[in-house]
DNA sequence: GTCTATACGCTGATAGAC
DNA sequence: GTCTATCAGCGTATAGAC
């Protein structure tokens, strides 16, 4: 689901060692020179956020100026947009992909997941919320994300009160918000005391009770 | 439960029209000078976040220099502190003071709450996130403010299973975890569209799931 | 207590040489 | 494509007159 507006971002990761030249331009090395300038921007803006981090902060990182790193991404805004849209290639938000998984296995296995992908988590986190400031650039990105999210799990939760696996008196609808809402939240309190906090049983837990056994 | 290192911060609101004067000098005028300075950074920092809003902007909003203020809050930092002890004056985060009040009618009143007072979601969401990051000067604010509420929630959950009033199989730990991290989470769906939102439902259910009827 | 003046750093962005 | 130089602005905070 890409932002129609998020024009910045690279297609697919090509191969590092580019063997065969280029068919027009030196396309290739600039494709990989933006995708090491996103990963750099990935990294600041999770640790700083959107206004705390500086294109400064980005250009040390990958090794050149900050005005060579404007000529990738003309604007701040631009740099960001591409970073929040590189973000949807890794995480699939616990969709499940194959027919066969259960929604809860699906989203178990994506917390636990995230967990192992260090900034990942802060950075939604932060930039999230982040995004409901001023006319900050982010938030159409979450907000529209917010709604494709809740249409999501929405079918997948119809689709199993249909079966009647649903627990009576669940709203499909409020569920749906509920659970997305449980996931952010509680990754909000594993970023603060990761040790105490168990991202994937409480995920677990609440699908249990949602969810009648099959 | 105020934070020992937030000394800046007024005691109780006193009389608006000071008739009497003050015992020991022009301390009434002060307090109510400061009282107005933390209720305009309270706005600006929700609107613009921590990072986000200038003392500039505070100063503006309660008609004075931007100097001046730091004569009552000598930094940004304690300004801050300021807003966020004066946040838990407002907010009693849905422990039932009431011992005939049921949990669940106690968080769902306090979201219904919150909800009537502007600025209030929106300062907790966006600082709390932003907190996370850098060497923000909240951090220790919503860590210990975690603590005692998964503490608090985790006794509730606690004396109701004792009264086997707990869902069999709910683990009184991860659901008080999860009660916050849910509560969290709806709120900043709330913040993005509050008309498709209904955070008191969403506690209610979830609530109405974990906790048996008497 | 309040102000002006100001220090001093950093911000995102532009112009233009190479 | 990459750089240096630079702009114009805003940030917090300090010094000191009144």
Redesign the interface.
């Known amino acids: 689901m890409s932002t129609p507006s998020a024009a910045q971002s690279a297609a697919q990761p090509a191969a590092k060692s580019a063997a065969q030249p280029a068919r027009r331009g030196p396309y290739a090395k600039s494709r990989q020179r933006r995708e090491s300038i996103v990963a750099a921007a990935y990294a600041v803006f999770a640790?700083?956020?959107y206004?705390?981090g500086s294109l400064q902060d980005v250009a040390d990182k990958v090794g050149m100026s900050q005005t060579s790193l404007l000529h990738y991404f003309p604007s701040k805004r631009d740099l960001l947009l591409a970073v929040l849209h590189q973000r949807d290639t890794i995480t699939q938000d616990g969709t499940p992909r194959d027919p066969e998984q259960t929604l809860a296995d699906a989203v178990v296995r994506q917390a636990r997941f995230n967990e192992t992908v260090p900034g990942v988590i802060?950075l939604y986190?932060?930039l999230?919320?982040?995004s409901?400031?001023?006319n900050h650039p982010g938030?159409e990105y979450?907000?529209e994300r917010?709604?494709r999210l809740r249409r999501s799990y929405l079918r997948a939760f119809t689709a199993l009160a249909d079966e009647g696996r649903l627990?009576p008196?669940?709203?499909p609808g409020?569920?749906a918000?509920?659970l997305?809402?449980?996931?952010?939240?509680?990754q909000?309190?594993w970023?603060?005391?990761p040790e105490r906090?168990?991202m994937a049983?409480?995920l677990r837990?609440?699908l249990?009770?949602?969810v009648l056994p099959a």
């Open positions: 640790a700083h956020g206004r705390g802060e986190t932060v999230c919320a982040e409901v400031t001023d938030l979450f907000t917010y709604e627990r008196g669940v709203d409020r569920a918000a509920s997305i809402a449980l996931w952010d939240g509680i909000t309190q970023l603060m005391a906090i168990d049983g409480c837990d609440y249990d009770l949602v």
